[in-house]
């Protein structure tokens, strides 16, 4: 048992009978946990808790539009990680009951729109409640602000970064396809990057990404990554950049609703071939640093890194408001708890 387990927090899910959530079920169940699973159906929040190896789970009915009910089903949780498809539609009311329940909040939104919406909004609700809200907490978001932090300290500053993700196999969710297709425009686009003191839209320079393990450099596109929006928030940083691969882009720009609703709830079972999260560097002196963080599944790993990050603000080391990871962790320490799942990371000269 870690000193942050040594709690035993009583951690709520809201999204559990989804394909992250199961993650999300078998981790906390590991950890010895009892989660409290939360959503609209019985029958599948029972199916989700079984499959988990849960036996006699705490399962609360509450749905999205019904506020009371939802704060309620909140109720005795230190913190609640909420796991869902399209955030901007659907995210809010799970991040106001938990305030209202005086829960910590973690989630695993993937879309700056919403991202951007809670930093800029519920900061004061939340520290008036005294709880800690962490948005964003994906495979990617999360090590790239940790792994920014660490690079930062090694540089001087102002430092450019250029965030990069690489999948080497496997296909998306449903739940991923839905959230690609509500905010469809702003993947295509590329949404937000730094640069001069401010967020701003529009393209960028950068044309390719050399990954590792590959023999040539990939071509690559602009992509809305939300540790765009968290690291200028704790580093003096020049520019924050994210990239994906073009044809990445050119998949998000062909979604339509009906292929949305063809494709599998859970990803084929090659997405455990792994994926490689990117954080490229230059100093303000011209030296370069890269940063890597090595994992076997992007839906498993988010869904570990969540139920990490919500034991720890359970346990009260961070301060209430809303936070960005650096902000609420001690950056190499949260890193290297993650490699007794085989997540790895690394700092390297370029």
């Not at 009892?34 to 499959?51: E, F, Q, S, Y």
């Not at 005795?76 to 329940?101: F, Q, R």
């Not at 839209?201 to 050399?210: F, I, K, L, N, S």
């Not at 609703?261 to 859970?266: G, I, S, T, V, Y």
Request: hydrophobic fraction near 45%; aromatic fraction near 6%.
């Amino acid at each position: 048992m870690t000193k942050h387990e040594a709690h035993r927090p009583t951690i709520a899910v809201y999204g559990a009978n989804g394909h992250t959530g199961g993650y999300l079920l078998t981790e906390l169940h590991r950890r010895g946990l009892t989660p409290i699973l939360v959503g609209r159906n019985t029958d599948r929040l029972r199916a989700a808790a079984t499959a988990a190896g849960l036996t006699d789970p705490d399962i609360r009915l509450a749905d999205l539009d019904d506020p009371n009910a939802l704060a309620a089903a909140f109720s005795g949780a230190d913190a609640v990680i909420s796991s869902l498809p399209a955030y901007v539609e659907l995210g809010e009311p799970i991040l106001v009951a938990a305030i209202a329940a005086g829960a910590h909040y973690v989630d695993i939104a993937g879309e700056q729109l919403f991202l951007k919406r809670v930093l800029d909004e519920y900061g004061p609700r939340a520290e008036a409640a005294g709880v800690t809200v962490l948005p964003g907490v994906t495979d990617t978001n999360l090590p790239a602000d940790l792994i920014a932090e660490l690079i930062a300290r090694r540089l001087p500053a102002p430092v450019e970064f250029t965030i990069g993700h690489h999948t080497r196999g496997g296909a998306g969710s449903r739940g991923s396809a839905k959230t690609l297709l509500a905010s469809q425009d702003w993947f295509r686009d590329g949404g937000w990057h730094f640069a001069e003191g401010e967020f701003r839209t529009g393209p960028v320079r950068q044309a390719e990404m050399h990954y590792p393990g590959e023999a040539a450099p990939a071509p690559v596109a602009k992509f809305p990554f939300g540790a765009v929006l968290t690291i200028p928030r704790h580093i003096d940083a020049a520019s924050v950049v994210g990239v994906l691969r073009s044809e990445f882009r050119d998949m998000v720009i062909g979604l339509t609703p009906e292929l949305v609703a063809a494709l599998p709830e859970k990803p084929g079972a090659a997405s455990d071939m792994g994926h490689d999260l990117v954080v490229d560097a230059v100093g303000a002196d011209g030296r370069r640093l890269r940063g890597v963080l090595s994992g076997l599944d992007s839906y498993r790993d988010s869904g570990l890194i969540a139920v990490e990050a919500a034991v720890r603000l359970a346990g009260g080391s961070a301060k209430a408001g809303v936070l960005v990871p650096a902000e609420a962790f001690d950056a190499a320490d949260f890193l290297t708890s993650l490699g007794v799942h085989d997540i790895d990371w690394k700092i390297e000269i370029q």
